[in-house]
T-cell receptor
Framework: DAKTTQPTSMDCAEGRAANLPCNHSTISGNEYVYWYRQIHSQGPQYIIHGLKNNETNEMASLIITEDRKSSTLILPHATLRDTAVYYCIVKQMGIKAAGNKLTFGGGTRVLVKP | NAGVTQTPKFQVLKTGQSMTLQCAQDMNHEYMSWYRQDPGMGLRLIHYSVGAGITDQGEVPNGYNVSRSTTEDFPLRLLSAAPSQTSVYFC????????????FGPGTRLTVL
């Protein structure tokens, strides 16, 4: 699996957009970028994923660079409940793929402040 | 749907005791997995299963056994608990037919004395 690099921590003001970067320079052509988050003491929660096009859902937007070596997760209007550790993960899709397992790195600890 | 459920939520064991952590899902997912999370660390894969009757080892399988007799259940067994197994254990099931999203249970917090 491709390795990812994320900032250790970042602060964000409530109501403002939070932009979380992730570097994955060794990503291969069949690997997707997934984002999960873990709120304190809870199980990880899926946020969004993408291959090469930008993606948006009710939680966030995912911007992937054209060369796919990096991506940014955008929380458009951060709330206090968005305080969590955010994990960027690259993996192949599909139960049969050898790289199907999620490999969690250290993630980015995001603190949303009032 | 209840999603992924885990029992118990908390457990204290003495060194050498055995126990089974229960995990169940009602989403008819084929792929299920167990992770452990130590304080301040990311999750590490213990064992996983790609379907009933099929299991395989993850990154940190030593000291743990699993079985998958039904699609719904994926119990994790600690044969002889050790203090190094003090951790929070998360079970997950994967929607492998579409988005490959993993859904996690609420976790079991295990302390081995």
């Amino acid at each position: 699996d491709a390795k990812t690099t994320q900032p250790t921590s970042m602060d964000c003001a409530e109501g403002r957009a939070a932009n979380l970067p992730c570097n994955h320079s060794t990503i291969s052509g069949n690997e997707y970028v997934y984002w999960y988050r873990q709120i304190h003491s809870q199980g990880p929660q899926y946020i969004i994923h993408g291959l090469k096009n930008n993606e948006t859902n009710e939680m966030a937007s995912l911007i992937i660079t054209e060369d796919r070596k990096s991506s940014t997760l955008i929380l458009p209007h951060a709330t206090l409940r968005d305080t969590a550790v955010y994990y960027c993960i690259v993996k192949q899709m599909g139960i049969k793929a050898a790289g199907n397992k999620l490999t969690f790195g250290g993630g980015t600890r995001v603190l949303v402040k009032p | 749907n209840a999603g992924v459920t885990q029992t118990p939520k908390f457990q204290v064991l003495k060194t050498g005791q055995s126990m089974t952590l229960q995990c169940a899902q009602d989403m008819n997912h084929e792929y299920m997995s167990w992770y452990r999370q130590d304080p301040g660390m990311g999750l590490r894969l213990i064992h996983y299963s790609v379907g009933a009757g099929i299991t395989d080892q993850g990154e940190v399988p030593n000291g743990y056994n699993v079985s998958r007799s039904t699609t719904e259940d994926f119990p994790l067994r600690l044969l002889s608990a050790a203090p190094s197994q003090t951790s929070v254990y998360f079970c997950a099931s994967t929607d492998s037919l579409s988005t490959d999203t993993q859904y996690f249970g609420p976790g079991t917090r295990l302390t081995v004395l």
